[in-house]
């Protein structure tokens, strides 16, 4: 008979090995690919999504990664940004490349590029690309003149869904601005692409997120077709089961906390992966009001005992700086007074350069 894993349990393993527990003493390489990357839609995001998770963590050490090149913004799970290694963006981006390809054959862009020769767009796109790094607003009119009478923003998109591109500095440094300028992974590294087998995409995974199932693979990497992968590995592989029946796979050594471990506050950026990583997000959501959490889930939340629980933003106004938090339910008094203690940190990490004038309850959305 199976193991049930209930949702506390599959809650405390999450927040375990997403570093959520308590803080690593790991530098931000290693959390990054731990973590199989970071959402970075927002150029701000990691270092928040970091700060959560890493003790005693510096924001210019991760910039410096940027900056030296040795980890990049590039476009792969799900057709979302994320932040990654360099070696993890050489190997990630061509496994799921055919997902990106089928999402963008499916959308209107797709449709209207019907007939353009692949080959001639990636070569035209590249050519451009690599002689200096474009925004696609940039990149646009260029691919116009080679392709008259198309769409230059389903050009532009074409390549960008079907090329390795990553966005290149100043974009993503800490507490520094700049255009989304791309350029293709292969030339900004000074490597050639990769491709990570499948089997470790999904032993990688199970190690951030697990214990998983095979729909919530494919539902964190946007690739389809994994269930013979995972019956490859079930040797491998511990079997569970949820409270719903379905069935889980777990690496056999990893971490499995008590379920009744305390689990600390913490604040997660928009669209952060321990949230998403899931088809079924109970582990982490259950107790949160459906209509408070928006579909897209592009809101900043935080946790109280593991679960999400609110949302928060930093307003900063005449040099001062607020943090609002905005819980679902009146918190207890404990939990109140740890989630504003956490805030402050926050505050003093996000904000520096403001006086920091409060942590307050109010309106976020």
């Not at 940004?81 to 997902?99: E, G, N, S």
């Not at 689990?263 to 997000?281: K, Q, S, T």
Request: glycine share 6%; net charge positive; with cysteine.
């Amino acid at each position: 008979m199976k193991r049930v894993a209930s949702v506390r349990a599959l809650n405390r393993a999450l927040l375990a090995r997403q570093m959520l527990m308590r803080r690593a003493r790991v530098p931000p390489s290693c959390a990054l690919e731990s973590l199989v990357g970071l959402q970075a839609q927002l150029p701000g995001d990691p270092y928040v999504a970091l700060w959560s998770r890493l003790e005693r963590f510096d924001p210019l050490a991760l910039s410096k990664l940027i900056a030296t090149r040795k980890a990049v913004r590039i476009v792969v799970m799900r057709g979302t940004l994320h932040l990654l290694t360099a070696r993890d963006a050489l190997a990630l981006r061509p496994l799921v490349q055919p997902a990106l390809s089928r999402m963008f054959a499916g959308t209107a862009w797709g449709r209207s590029v019907a007939g353009v020769s692949t080959s001639a767009l990636l070569a035209a796109g590249r050519r451009a690309v690599e002689t200096r790094p474009l925004t696609l607003a940039e990149l646009r009119p260029l691919l116009s003149a080679r392709f008259p009478g198309r769409d230059a923003t389903a050009l532009a998109y074409a390549f960008h869904y079907a090329t390795p591109l990553v966005q290149v500095p100043p974009r993503g440094l800490w507490r520094t601005s700049g255009a989304p300028r791309v350029t293709t992974a292969p030339r900004w590294l000074g490597r050639p692409l990769a491709r990570l087998p499948p089997e470790k995409l999904v032993l990688r995974y199970l190690a951030a997120f697990g214990p998983a199932s095979v729909a919530d693979a494919q539902a964190w990497s946007g690739l389809t077709g994994l269930h013979p992968v995972f019956e490859r590995l079930r040797p491998r592989l511990v079997s569970l089961s949820d409270e719903a029946g379905r069935e889980l796979f777990d690496l056999e050594k990893a971490s499995r906390p008590d379920p009744d471990e305390p689990a600390p506050p913490r604040f997660l950026p928009v669209y952060d992966n321990a949230i998403l990583g899931f088809a079924r997000r109970e582990r982490i959501l259950s107790g949160a009001p459906a209509r408070a959490v928006p579909q897209n889930l592009n809101v900043r939340s935080f946790l109280v005992d593991g679960f999400v629980a609110g949302f928060w933003k930093i307003v900063e106004a005449k040099s001062r700086a607020t943090l609002v938090l905005e819980p679902f339910a009146r918190l207890a008094r404990k939990d109140s007074a740890a989630l504003v203690a956490e805030g402050e940190r926050l505050l003093a990490f996000a904000a520096p350069d403001a006086s920091p004038e409060s942590v307050r309850f109010g309106r976020v959305y």
